[in-house]
């Protein structure tokens, strides 16, 4: 640690240290003082909290302009929405007999729902931006590098869960995708000793829909954390470098 911010610890120090430090002369103090984490040395509380702030702005907005578009879910394998695993065999079974197609077109309607519900997560993330105190930046600063998408993920669940529920259901609505389910189920009927079993889709959409924007935001936070070329801001550097 460099000596002017050594000098600035002791000062901050001092007053928790007792009568022990205001007798010890300066070098001593220097040489016993304890060594604070490498995470934000050298920048004081308010910069920290200004750092992180930035940083959640940004990975967030990205993750919901990356989610919240055409083919943001589809195409993209690592959360791309597939079929229930309790109706995998629903699914096995109804490519068997000729309808692979209808159950695509149901896997591409849950997807297209949850790329409509992205953007409802903007203004949920902002509130819980505003919401970080001191503590919770130092926190995910010195955390491993999915520190602040786990704080998202504590703060913002039960909201966007509300928040996702109707967009969902809407454009599942519009592209027909209960009907067409019932319809799947129906022709699983044909299926010899095959039990259809009944699935909240919508439900099951909303879970995915959100587990695949946390894994985004995580992506975006990983990239500031460890890539300088993702610190986009005079702000971000100062604050990931020291770390």
């Not at 300066?26 to 200004?50: C, Y």
């Not at 990356?66 to 993209?76: H, K």
């Not at 203004?123 to 955390?143: N, P, T």
Request: charged fraction near 25%.
């Amino acid at each position: 640690m460099k000596t002017h911010a050594r000098l600035l610890v002791i000062a901050l120090l001092v007053p928790m240290l007792g009568a022990t430090s205001s007798s010890a002369q300066l070098p001593d103090l220097l040489k016993n003082l304890p060594q604070l984490p490498s995470s934000g040395a050298g920048l004081g509380d308010a910069k920290i909290g200004q750092g992180l702030k930035e940083a959640l702005r940004v990975g967030t907005e990205n993750a919901v302009n990356l989610t919240g578009r055409l083919d943001g879910y589809f195409a993209n394998q690592a959360i791309k929405i597939l079929m229930p695993e309790r109706l995998k065999s629903l699914e096995q079974g109804l490519r068997l007999i000729g309808q692979g197609d209808r159950v695509d077109e149901l896997v591409l309607g849950m997807n297209r729902a949850a790329e409509k519900a992205a953007p409802a997560a903007r203004g949920i993330f902002v509130d819980a931006i505003g919401e970080m105190s001191i503590d919770d930046a130092r926190k995910i600063l010195s955390g491993p590098d999915t520190a602040a998408t786990d704080y998202f993920k504590g703060k913002t669940t039960g909201k966007l869960t509300t928040a996702f529920q109707p967009v969902v259901q809407k454009a599942m609505n519009e592209v027909g995708l209960a009907r067409q389910y019932n319809d799947l189920l129906g022709q699983a009927k044909a299926i010899p000793f095959f039990r259809a079993e009944e699935y909240d889709l919508d439900h099951y959409v909303v879970g995915k829909s959100l587990d695949g924007l946390f894994h985004v935001v995580g992506d975006e936070e990983r990239k500031i954390r460890t890539n300088p070329a993702a610190r986009t801001t005079d702000l971000l550097r100062e604050v990931f470098s020291r770390r």
